[in-house]
């Protein structure tokens, strides 16, 4: 039985086609020769011009470059409940001459000062503008001291403070027993809730003195001292000077998710920080951002984001982005040498507002938005432990394209494989193949492949710290341990695969010191190396040519149409010819007979088999009537070329080729009109 062996060459395009005198036009020009075949894998011999196959195929790739940096950051908006007015005191004094008008006749008079109970003193009035126009509290504290300058005791004092505005009383307490010349009695006012205007009266509501001991110096200068001081003041709404403050002060570590690794260092091939800062607040802000463990050209990442004071009624948004392409990140956290942790980065972030001096109004619809993130963070390369990851294929196939279009009966005179476990990845590795099949996708034969050395785990240890680096585990296939031969001599265009692959399978042996690069992958490589000679039971040669009928008017007049095929044959076979009309969708319409039918003779040999002369024909397709009108469908030439093999052990040479010229000869029956 006779088997076909089938090599499909890429011919040449059809030429533009074009009428001749004698009604016959070419069609197109092509050569099936060895060398069309990708020269990747085939190399003409030096010493013969004979052909030597080298090949190498990947059958699985296994790649942790996936290894990404969750989008991480911060979202941090606040009020003015967050914004704080400024710590301040001022003094006011109430005089003699304002508690009693009487005495302003006796300054600088010595008498003795008799006891004095008076009531509802006339009100002095306070000026607080240097602590704000007007604001309501949130919280915040008032401290009201008493110091009595007078030379007398004061055994009580009832005071009232409130606005001038619409009388409303901010505070009022007892003050009791303070010692002449200088004593003082100190009370603090929760003002939480509490709406304070920048014009204040004071009222003595009651003052009781002791009567002085002995004539004293009446100085109607002296008095009583109220000191108002405000502290840790938060408005809720406000006209004010706020002083500048960092309104976001941050100084810690973020954690990134690593799918699993547990990164310490991480050079970025890409990614970017993105901040994003929106105020209506009517002061300008500015934003400090420091990442002190993120190193470029020798300098840490350090910058500051400015955004102008809002318009009223409006808003002020600037958005910044940072690309961290370059950047060696360190990821042990904000104090490495005290909490050496992993996969957290340190960042400092500040948000000043910066004081103009100017009196605004805010309120809580004022706010300041901040969004910062680190997005997309791909690394050109990571150091670290990986984690321990599992990656199970099932059962998946792979192209292999060395024996692109071939089926048949062929037999290899020799054949060694060998089988690459090639790790780039910086962490050792494991691979089981539980199962690799070769498929002819022509034939659909299928053969397992039996091999004992590729049985089981296989391992192959981490590679150095280099770019480009790999280590290697190799296992040679022969027909003595394995049917590799009979593997690959089923001519396949597809591999069937079922492997595992597991890195870091003894978990962190290596103390965090294992790597990846953006390139790294574990691969499953197949080698072949062999002389291209073979014995073989057929060949077949194949090109599919592209025709336009339409270009040569109507058709459907034609009585009959004749095919010229003019062969020039290098090969050492003789050739049978066998041509095919196609449909557009490459289904077949019908099969033309060429005349003479015994074909193509081979070339002329030497004694060693090498093509001295090529042999010549012209075959002839001839077609009637019902068979040149399948021409008007036909979009294209399917030319096969089949040989029979001697089932000897033979070379091919470079010069091994069959060179085809065709042309059309079109007969029209005439009408008279």
């Not at 989008?71 to 001022?90: C, H, M, P």
Request: proline share 4%; hydrophobic share 35%; glycine share 6%.
């Amino acid at each position: 039985m006779v088997t076909v062996f089938l090599l499909v060459i890429a011919g040449c395009q059809k030429r533009p086609l074009s009428w001749d005198v004698d009604n016959t036009v070419p069609l197109f020009k092509t050569t099936f020769s060895m060398d069309n075949l990708d020269t990747r894998y085939i190399t003409s011999s030096s010493t013969d011009s004979s052909y030597f196959l080298n090949y190498s195929n990947t059958i699985y790739s296994y790649k942790i470059n996936d290894l990404q940096a969750s989008d991480t950051g911060i979202e941090a908006a606040f009020s003015l409940s967050k914004l704080r007015l400024n710590d301040q005191v001022i003094s006011n004094t109430i005089t003699l001459g304002d508690i009693n008008p009487l005495f302003k006749a006796l300054d600088g008079q010595n008498m003795i000062i008799p006891a004095q109970d008076q009531q509802n003193l006339d009100p002095t009035e306070i000026d607080a503008s240097a602590f704000f126009e007007t604001a309501t509290l949130d919280t915040g504290y008032l401290d009201i001291t008493i110091t009595n300058e007078l030379p007398v005791n004061i055994s009580l004092i009832e005071f009232e403070l409130r606005n001038k505005d619409d009388n409303s009383v901010i505070a009022s307490d007892q003050f009791t027993n303070i010692s002449p010349n200088g004593g003082f009695d100190k009370k603090t006012i929760d003002l939480g809730g509490k709406t304070v205007n920048k014009t204040l009266i004071g009222v003595i509501k009651r003052l009781v003195t002791d009567q002085s001991a002995s004539a004293v110096t009446i100085d109607v200068s002296k008095g009583i001292k109220v000191d108002l001081g405000v502290r840790q003041l938060r408005p809720s709404s406000a006209i004010a000077a706020f002083p500048t403050q960092d309104v976001i002060d941050q100084d810690e570590g973020l954690t990134l998710y690593m799918g699993g690794a547990e990164v310490k260092y991480f050079k970025v091939a890409s990614g970017r920080l993105k901040i994003d800062v929106f105020s209506t607040v009517r002061e300008d802000l500015d934003m400090y951002i420091e990442l002190p463990g993120a190193i470029k050209d020798g300098k840490k990442f350090v910058d500051v984001v400015h955004l102008d004071a809002a318009e009223p009624g409006g808003s002020s948004q600037t958005n910044t982005i940072y690309e961290m392409a370059g950047y060696l990140i360190d990821f042990r956290g904000k104090n490495p040498t005290v909490t050496d942790t992993v996969n957290t980065f340190h960042q400092i972030l500040k948000v000043t507002l910066d004081s103009s001096g100017r009196k605004i109004p805010v309120n809580l619809s004022d706010s300041i938005r901040l969004d910062y993130k680190i997005e997309g963070l791909k690394p050109e390369y990571a150091i670290g432990y990986l984690g321990n990851s599992v990656d199970t294929t099932g059962i998946d196939t792979v192209g292999i394209d060395l024996f692109k279009g071939l089926t048949g009966d062929v037999e290899f005179q020799d054949f060694d494989v060998n089988f690459l476990l090639r790790n780039s990845i910086g962490t050792d590795g494991r691979i089981n193949l539980n199962k690799l099949s070769s498929i002819n996708a022509f034939s659909g034969n299928k053969i397992d492949l039996i091999a004992p050395a590729l049985t089981g785990d296989l391992f192959v240890t981490k590679p150095p710290f280099q770019r480009g680096q790999f280590s290697e585990t190799s296992i040679t296939l022969n027909p003595q341990n394995s049917n590799v031969k009979e593997f690959f001599e089923n001519l396949p265009q597809l591999l069937e695969y079922d492997l595992e692959t597991e890195i870091s399978p003894n978990g962190n042996v290596n103390n965090y010191t294992d790597f990846v690069f953006d390139d790294s992958r574990m691969d499953v490589i197949l080698n072949v190396n062999m002389p291209f000679s073979f014995s073989f039971g057929g060949l077949t040669l194949r090109d599919t040519q592209g025709v336009n009928f339409s270009e040569f008017g109507d058709i459907s007049r034609l009585k009959s149409a004749k095919l010229f095929l003019e062969m020039e044959n290098y090969f050492p076979l003789d050739l049978v010819l066998n041509v095919n009309m196609l449909d557009k969708n490459y289904r077949k319409l019908g099969t033309f007979n060429s005349t003479p039918t015994e074909g193509i003779p081979a070339a002329t040999l030497d004694a060693n088999g090498f093509p001295i002369n090529s042999s010549t024909q012209i075959l002839i397709v001839e077609l009637d009537r019902e068979r040149a009108k399948d021409l008007i469908n036909t979009h294209y030439f399917e030319i096969v070329l089949e040989a029979n093999g001697s089932r000897k052990m033979q070379k091919l040479y470079n010069n091994s080729k069959l060179i085809m010229n065709s042309r059309i000869q079109f007969e029209y029956e005439l009408q008279n009109d």
